[in-house]
């Protein structure tokens, strides 16, 4: 295929990656609604998360037993394009069964819709993750699956904006909370075309067609390849600590020697955080292009600076105070030096990415104020490339096992539901402060799998570029 027609491809499936950001956005109002007009304690409005999470891991567990069953790799027999397409229209009857949900008065019937989306999301992601790494070489599939996590970076940086311009008329974070139903409807409505605009996309545009012609295995065939293994493992522990760091910096810097901000005075800290990601990963995409490489230093110094820029825009249009976040430009330019170092090799990115992950807990952990606060939100930094490199890594060499890995992979997203409570249980035992130590662990083992997958895909026979 040329690559002509190969970047026409990755800019179409590009689009979904889009979306998903858009639509996760959406949480930001839909969370704090149901909270005020249900009346839910803080635990119970955190479920709609669970019902996401759990989502990915029970869509992935049916996809697996179905192939099993029928004794044919479904995802496979579909095809990446029509597996993505078939999400699409199940996260659209999750839309539009939210309608009746919110009218209900049901928070279990809401969660049971929010649980239907989320459900189409883990089919998309199952296929579109391989289909973006088949796009290309191998050894660039990780930058990208970082010119998709950079889009989707961007959808959830604008969603909260385009949202709540549309439906609010301003752009306060606690407009959410007096949000009426009608609104909440019209939030579900859009959301509904976009999912279907998404798929209409999808069935018009002429991808290729992305599958294996090996004959079908049942069992878990995926699982003798090592890479895989220690993948699973390293993708439930990076979705863990990129959602625990967020999670608990609430109550982490309402703390006396955090400054003991304020609900609101936390918004663009948090902001920060996320906006990290989008950072992280334009920068990591730029290897996806075919630039001379001076090109490719120049925009691996500008590119991040622009993103940062963005992220700073996006909380002064929110009304946030933004000279408070300046200081972090330092760890930006932490970050461009870190992108030179690694090269453009994946292993060695995650390597270099997780050793800083490491430090930067290590010092917000032994220091306390702004050094700290800024330390542990340079965790999103750290965490940007996180899930392209591992992803990429651990299916490589999978061959007729990559639809199955790619389920499994997907099903690891469950370490965002599991490591957030854990770290609150030791913030019950210990404090919060100090419970942030499973992050210095999680970035550990982050650290140790680079090490392992490259002598691991070495030994299978792929030297290069690792």
């Known amino acids: 295929m040329k690559s002509s027609s190969n970047a ?21 109002i839909f969370i704090p609604f149901c ?59 999750g839309s539009l069964l939210m309608i009746p949900a919110v009218g209900s008065g049901s928070f279990s019937f809401i969660l049971s819709a929010f649980f239907v989306i989320a459900l189409g999301f883990s089919l998309q992601q199952t296929a579109a993750q391989p289909f973006v790494t088949a796009l290309g070489t191998a050894e660039t599939g990780a930058h990208r699956l970082n010119l998709g996590g950079g889009v989707n970076s961007f959808g959830t940086l604008l969603g909260p904006i385009l949202v709540s311009l549309v439906l609010f008329g301003n752009l306060s974070p606690e407009a959410a909370a007096s949000a009426t139903v009608e609104s909440v409807d019209t939030v579900y409505y859009i959301l509904t075309g976009v999912f279907l605009m998404a798929a209409l996309l999808l069935t ?57 901000l304020s609900t609101a005075q936390i918004s663009p800290y948090i902001s920060l955080y996320w906006g ?4 992280g990963r334009w920068t990591g995409a730029i290897s996806a292009f075919n630039f001379k490489p001076t090109t490719k230093k120049l925009l691996m110094i500008v590119l991040p600076i622009v993103a940062y820029i963005i992220v700073l825009l996006a909380n002064y249009l929110r009304g946030n105070e933004i000279a408070n976040l300046l200081p972090y430009s330092l760890c ?23 050793v800083g992950g490491i430090l930067a807990m290590l010092i917000g952990l032994l220091t306390e104020g702004q050094v700290a606060m800024f330390a542990f939100i340079s965790g999103g930094l750290c965490c940007s490339i996180g ?71 070495q030994k299978q026979g792929f030297h290069t570029n690792q």
């Open 204 to 260: 018009v545009a002429k991808l290729p067609k992305v599958h294996s012609t090996e004959k079908f295995e049942p069992g878990l065939g995926a699982l003798k390849f090592s890479q895989l293994r220690w993948g699973m493992l390293a993708i439930f522990v990076y979705v863990g600590v990129e959602v625990t760091i967020q999670s608990n910096m609430g109550a982490l810097l309402a703390l006396p020697q955090f400054g003991g």
């Open 8 to 28: 026409g491809a990755l800019a179409t499936i590009i689009t979904v990656f889009f979306f998903w950001g858009f639509v996760a956005a959406s949480n930001g």
């Open 35 to 93: 909270k005020s007009h249900f009346n839910l304690s803080q635990f119970q409005s955190q479920l709609i998360d669970t019902a996401f999470y759990a989502a990915y891991f029970i869509g992935s567990l049916l996809l697996w037993f179905s192939s099993q069953l029928f004794r044919v790799d479904i995802l496979n027999k579909l095809g990446y394009k029509q597996a993505v397409i078939a999400g699409l229209l199940i996260s659209v009857a």
């Open 332 to 354: 930006v330019a932490a970050l461009i030096a870190g992108s030179f170092l690694a090269q453009e090799k994946p292993a060695r990115m995650l390597f270099i990415f997780s």
């Open 387 to 457: 899930w392209p490199c591992i992803f990429a890594l651990s299916i490589t060499g999978l061959g007729k096992f990559t639809g199955q890995g790619s389920a499994f992979l997907i099903m690891m997203i469950l370490g965002g539901a599991l490591i957030p409570p854990l770290q609150g249980y030791l913030a019950d035992v210990t404090d919060i402060h100090s419970s942030y130590w499973i992050t210095v662990f999680c970035f550990a083992y982050l650290a140790w799998f680079a090490i392992k997958v490259k002598a691991v895909l």
């Open 276 to 279: 990290s990601l989008m950072i």
